[in-house]
C-alpha cells in the first residue's frame, strides 16, 4: 500500500514537474516570438503554440487577436498618412500657381500714382501674399521629406562651413539679436547634404530670431565622435513646454507661433532633414536666476580624416 501511494505521488510530481517545464517552455518560446514580431511589425506573423494546453492556447489566441487589431490600427493610420502627405502635396501645387502669378501682378503695379493710404495697403497685400507663398512653400516641403521614399545625395560635407555662410548671408535677419558665434576655423566633416544642411541651419536661425527675445548664441564643435551645433537663446518667460520635443511635432505651434507668424512647419522639417543624415536632434530649457534659455542641439557622426 506504502508502494502504491508513493508511486501515485511520483507521478503526481512528474505530471506537475512536465506541466510547469511545458508552460515556461511555452511562455519563452511566444516571448522570443512576440520580441521578433515587434521588430519587424510589418510581417503577418502570429504567435504559435508550441505545447498543447488548453489555458495557454486562450491566452496566446487572445495575444494574436491583439496584434491583429494593432496590425489594422497600423496599417489603417498608415494610409492615412500616405492621403495626407498626398492632399497637402496636391494643394500646395494648385495653389503655387495662381499665387505666383498673384505676386508678380503686385510686383507690376504702378505706386507713383497711388495715394499714401493705397500704398500701405498694398504694402500689407504683398507681405501676406509672400507669407502665404512661404507656407504653402513649407507645406510642400513637409509633403517631401515626410514622404517614406524620400532620398537625399549624402557625401563628405564640411558643416561647419555652410553654417558660418548661413550666419552671414542672414546677417540682416539675426541684427535683431545680440549673437555670439563659435565656429571653429578648421572643419567640421560629416556626411551630408550641402541644400539640406543649409535648410536645417536657416530654419533654426529664423526661429531663434522669430521667438528669441534678445539673445543667440551658436556653437559648433567636434566633440569625441560627434560634430555638434548648438543653438541658444534666451525666450519669454512662461513659454517653455514640459516636454520640449513636442517642440518638432507636426503643426505643433505655441501661442507666440500665431502672433508672430510662425507656421509649426520648420523645425519638423529641420528634424526630417538631420535624421536622413544619420543625425540626432532634440531641445531643452536652461535657467539662469535672470533668464530662460532655449537650446536645440544637433549631433552627426564625425567623418576622420
Known sequence: MKEAVILILSILVCYLLWRLFSIKYTLKKAEKELREISAEPEENRIVKFPVPDKTMEAFLCAVNENLEEIRKLRIAYAKKEENLKEEIENISHDLRTPLTAILGYLKMMDISSMSREEQESLKIVRKKSEELQKLIGQFYELSRVSDGNFQ????????????????????????????????????????????????????????????????????????ENEAVFIFENDIEEGTELSDPSRLFDRFYMQEASRTKGGTGLGLTVSKYLVEYMNGKIWAEYKKTEQKTYLQITIGFPLIFF
Open 152 to 223: 537625399m545625395k549624402l557625401e563628405e560635407t564640411d558643416a561647419g562651413r555652410i553654417l558660418r555662410e548661413c550666419c552671414l548671408s542672414h546677417y540682416g535677419l539675426l541684427e535683431k539679436l545680440k549673437v555670439e558665434l563659435f565656429i571653429p576655423e578648421m572643419p567640421v566633416k560629416i556626411r551630408g547634404n550641402q541644400e539640406a544642411l543649409t535648410r536645417v541651419f536657416v530654419n533654426l536661425l529664423q526661429n531663434s530670431v522669430r521667438y528669441g527675445q534678445t539673445e543667440l548664441t551658436v556653437f559648433a564643435e567636434n566633440k
